[in-house]
């Protein structure tokens, strides 16, 4: 597989965004470096250039940088972010009428600029791809998220979009029968590593509380990558507080990505 470490920090929300940047450098110096590339982030944060997205401009300038690497590559891809809004030229690289997406996510990232409350992309990147047709909203699987904004549950009804619970996430091979009973050929693994259990990794700027244990997520990946070919995927949102706390959580996000690679 070919690893794209995006180091993004301008979609994100919080005031300490700029830990996810470190988070992605230390998920690299663990990769192969034969088979990884780096996209360059801008340093400026950019402006909203009216849109009504936080620091639009810079997340437009990664995007294309993000769709020419994701251009060369001669393997499906593992998108390492950076802010989880990485995934919106990762998904549109690969996106087909037969692909799902399942997002594993504390936030189902279903708002719009209208209904956000904080402008940021990371919290509407989802909604934005079911909007501009990018992907199938009835092939689009959010798992694992346990804070909704309202708005965000009116969008998953309108749209159809499924939502699976943590506990729903206890047998993996039920999951993976659900995204193939979509009628989708392939499958897009988005994994924000605010789905997992805070107890169980500490490099979360927001930890949730009650998420999927490592185990439990990684037996999922496994079951839905053996279900059906990996189109791509994304492992995004690492925020450790100091390089020695990286190193404490580098065996789970390790087994995320052997779960991946099958």
Same mark, same amino acid.
Not at 75 to 79: L, N, T
Not at 236 to 250: K, M, N
């Given at each position: 597989m070919t690893f794209v470490v995006v180091p993004q920090w301008q979609g994100s929300p919080s005031s300490r965004a700029m830990r996810l940047a470190e988070g992605a450098e230390a998920i690299r110096s663990d990769l192969p470096s034969s088979s990884t590339r780096l996209v360059e982030v801008? =340093?400026? &944060?950019?402006? *909203?250039?009216?849109?009504g997205i936080a620091r639009l401009s810079s997340l437009r300038a990664v995007r294309e940088r993000m769709s020419h690497e994701l251009g060369t590559a001669n393997?499906? &891809?593992? +998108?390492i972010g950076g802010d989880c809004a990485v995934s919106a030229a990762a998904i549109a690289h690969v996106a !087909?009428?037969? =692909? %799902?997406?399942?997002? /594993?996510? %504390?936030h189902p990232d279903l708002n719009t600029p209208s209904t956000s409350p904080s402008g940021a992309f990371a919290g509407m990147v989802l909604a934005s791809l079911v909007e501009d047709g990018t992907v199938? *909203? !009835?092939r689009v699987v959010v798992a694992g998220a346990?804070?909704?904004? *309202?708005?965000? +549950?009116d969008f998953a009804a309108e749209k159809g979009v499924t939502s699976l619970t943590v506990a729903q996430l206890a047998d993996a091979e039920a999951v993976a029968e659900a995204v193939a009973a979509t009628g989708a050929r392939r499958v897009y693994v988005h994994i924000d590593l605010d789905v997992l259990d805070p107890?169980? /990794?500490l490099g979360l700027l927001e930890p949730i509380p009650f998420g999927v244990g490592t185990s439990q997520l990684v037996a999922v990946v496994k079951a839905l990558v %053996?279900?059906?070919p990996l189109a791509g995927a994304t492992i995004?949102? /690492?925020?450790?507080?100091?390089?020695?706390? &990286?190193?404490?959580? *580098?065996p789970t996000i390790l087994r995320l990505i052997a779960a991946l690679r099958g």
């Open positions: 801008p =340093l400026e &944060a950019g402006d *909203a250039q009216g849109s393997s499906p &891809a593992i +998108v !087909t009428d037969d =692909l %799902a997406v399942v997002w /594993f996510d %504390a199938d *909203a !009835t346990r804070e909704w904004d *309202a708005p965000e +549950v107890p169980e /990794f %053996a279900r059906l995004a949102s /690492f925020a450790p507080e100091s390089a020695a706390s &990286a190193v404490d959580d *580098a």
